[in-house]
């Protein structure tokens, strides 16, 4: 992973106290709850200078952050979190049971290798999420539904963001959509049972329909993320709210993986 610094985005506030201060490659979101920071995904350790900058940007600090919260643990997404445990000694972190031998070090699940890197940050989880738990923090409560299938602990996330004015909107963020950790090659190159990825689409068909505003990605490619961006950022503070967009996104991934598995992989 080369010159890193070309991936940068500008951080931006996608609607009220929701934030968004990743990068190209590497996806994170930041929600301000008046009592602390959550933080969604630290992403790539490569990765974490430009998060840190875009939080002071943002007028925040890494030390306000109180709860990272991840998707799931693959190196992109959790490589960086030990990296902002450092600088943020009183956050806790959540992340699915079934990753979380994963960030111990126990597993070789990481998916680093797809980058040439190698994963070393770990660190023991301070909760296990189950199915429906909901982490509560100052003016925001987060309910998180286990999708299983891009790595056995992923999680979905359903949350309110609010404007000054007290105006919600419904945010949904499903936690892995890629298909390359649910392919027959990589499940023989791990010693995994493809059964694994039996959950992916049950899973999206239980989130289907929530009632979702702003649809966010785990990664830009997901929503949009680069060019919804650039709307807010010259001034069209409504770019990422689109009540349509997230069944289509439910439909679209699912209609992905069942092409792949048609295929034979």
């Known amino acids: 992973m080369k010159k890193l610094w070309k991936q940068r985005m500008e951080p931006f506030r996608i609607w009220g106290n929701l934030y968004f201060c990743g990068s190209v490659p590497s996806s994170c979101h930041v929600i301000d709850t008046g009592e602390g920071l959550i933080l969604i995904d630290p992403g790539l350790p490569e990765t974490f200078y430009l ?9 925040f600090e890494p030390k306000q952050v109180r709860a990272i919260l991840h998707t799931h643990g693959h190196y992109d997404h959790a490589g960086a979190t030990k990296l902002l445990l450092g600088l943020a000694p009183e956050a806790k972190t959540y992340i699915g049971e079934g ?3 994963t960030v111990r070090g126990l597993d070789d699940l990481s998916l680093a290798e797809l980058v040439g890197a190698e994963f070393d940050g770990f660190f023991e989880p301070d909760v296990l ?10 003016n925001t409560e987060v309910k998180c539904v286990s999708t299983p299938g891009h790595s056995r602990g992923t999680f979905s996330f359903f949350f309110d963001a609010v404007d000054d004015a007290g105006e919600a909107k419904r945010c949904g963020m499903h936690g892995g959509a890629g298909i390359n950790s649910m392919m027959l090659e990589y499940y023989a190159a791990h010693g995994l049972d493809p059964s694994e990825r039996d959950g992916f689409v049950p899973g999206l068909r239980r989130i289907r329909d929530e009632r979702v505003d702003i649809c966010l990605g785990s990664h830009t490619y ?13 001034g069209d503070r409504y770019a990422f ?13 699912i209609a992905t993986f069942e092409a792949m598995v ?4």
């Open 222 to 234: 997901c929503n949009g993320t680069q060019g919804k961006g650039r709307k807010v950022l010259a």
């Open 241 to 253: 709210v689109d009540e349509t967009e997230w069944a289509k996104y439910c439909d679209k991934t």
């Open 51 to 59: 998060v840190v900058q875009g939080l002071w940007e943002l007028g």
């Open 99 to 101: 990753d979380a031998d």
């Open 262 to 265: 048609a295929r034979g992989q």
């Open 129 to 138: 999420l189950e199915d429906g738990y909901v982490l509560r923090l100052g």
